[in-house]
């Protein structure tokens, strides 16, 4: 399974093309080796990452229309499966979980009190049709949650039994601004992944540029039904979607911008329009915030301890005993987000938060745009 330390295939291979039936191939070598496949699915009215029992459940023929505030399904005019932007979804959920048990506590009848940390294996999962700005997410969260002294002990045993499987995206969605950040619409160099697929659609069907980046990614490509192809079209595709991003970003020296705007009258503007709901925190793909809570049974004789994500949107996020939140209004809690997002991240983990996904943008109530807010930042400060 890829890991940030896992070694990636360094001879050279041809490049091999898989057909619609050999999607349903990849997916069955998966399940032989005892992973869970989770993957892009309709829900309702979204795409959405899920448990799959078979490559049929992916979302063929759909796609997506994302604007600020604004997330519509609408039906192609092909059968494309991975011809969608990114849904409400990151696959931090799978990793980096919502909620988690960290231990529980018996006391017996002569008080004495056992306490247990939660031993519960880790689900070992292949994750399917994973966007290589959630790849980046991904790798920006082994190193928040691997990277120091202290590892994750929910995120590691789960990140290290993961295969995953990266598509290249073709079809841009309108809140996107991955090229922006340097992470998509294509790999970036020194991405670690096991297989990596780019899809295209011709008179003939559905066809899958495919390559592996591990050993693991070497044996089950060696399973698979494929044939030769010079990749060309799939590459060509990939460039050519990196002109058609729905939103770009200046990324030019983020931390020196927000490190000297902290005093700009834009947060005020931006504050009155933010209802402090968090909602850009949960469907991040890199936020990682969590808080604890302790519950009893009816008896008091046994307790858990569970982690839950938490936002620093939340009023009690910055509250101190005697004190009181200090982060109480609107601005001070936007201003956080955005400047530890684009700015502090860098001095905390050495790169930018963001990758470009433009989840907090369309699943934003009130339509708040990160790029319009940081063109904003560099207009107010005088920058050309």
């Not at 991040?284 to 915030?289: D, R």
Request: hydrophobic residues 35%; glycine residues 10%; negative net charge.
């Amino acid at each position: 399974m890829s890991t940030s330390n896992s070694p990636t295939s360094t001879a050279p291979a041809a490049d091999r093309e898989l057909d619609e039936q050999g999607l349903g191939a990849l997916f069955e070598a998966l399940q032989r080796r005892g992973l869970t496949v989770v993957g892009p699915t309709i829900r309702g009215d979204a795409i959405v990452l899920a448990e799959l029992s078979s490559a049929d459940e992916l979302p063929y023929g759909w796609g997506v229309e994302a604007e600020a505030g604004t997330y519509r399904l609408r039906r192609r005019q092909d059968r494309a499966a991975f011809a969608h932007s990114a849904g409400p979804q990151s696959w931090k959920t799978y990793l980096h979980p919502p909620r988690a048990r960290l231990w529980q506590a018996d006391r017996a009848e002569d008080g004495a009190v056992t306490l247990r940390e939660d031993d519960t294996p880790p689900p070992r999962y292949a994750f399917l049709g994973v966007r290589p700005c959630d790849l980046r997410a991904i790798a920006v969260q082994d190193r928040v949650l691997m990277g120091g002294r202290y590892e994750d002990p929910v995120y590691t045993p789960r990140r290290a039994a993961v295969f995953l499987v990266v598509v290249e995206c073709t079809e841009p969605g309108g809140v996107c601004f991955c090229a922006s950040m340097g992470t998509g619409p294509g790999l970036p160099g020194g991405a670690v992944y096991d297989l990596a697929l780019t899809e295209t659609v011709d008179e003939d069907g559905l066809h899958y540029l495919i390559r592996s980046g591990s050993p693991d990614g070497d044996e089950v490509l060696a399973e698979l039904p494929t044939g030769p192809t010079d990749g060309e079209t799939a590459r060509a595709a990939v460039r050519e979607a990196a002109g058609r991003m729905g939103r770009a970003m200046d990324a030019t020296d983020l931390r020196t911008l927000m490190a000297g705007t902290m005093t700009a009258e834009r947060w005020d503007q931006v504050a009155d329009r933010c209802l402090t709901c968090g909602n850009c925190t949960m469907v991040c793909p890199t936020c990682f915030c969590t808080t604890t809570e302790e519950t009893t049974d009816l008896t008091g004789d046994h307790a858990e301890r569970w982690r839950r994500w938490d936002s620093c949107f939340d009023l009690d996020f910055s509250y101190l005993h005697g004190v009181g939140p200090v982060r109480s209004s609107a601005r001070s809690r936007y201003r956080q987000w955005l400047t530890h997002k684009l700015g502090t991240w860098h001095d905390q983990f050495g790169s930018s938060g963001c990758v470009g996904c433009g989840r907090c943008i369309a699943w934003c109530p009130v339509g708040i745009d990160l790029t319009e807010e940081v063109a904003a930042l560099r207009e107010e400060a005088g920058e050309p």
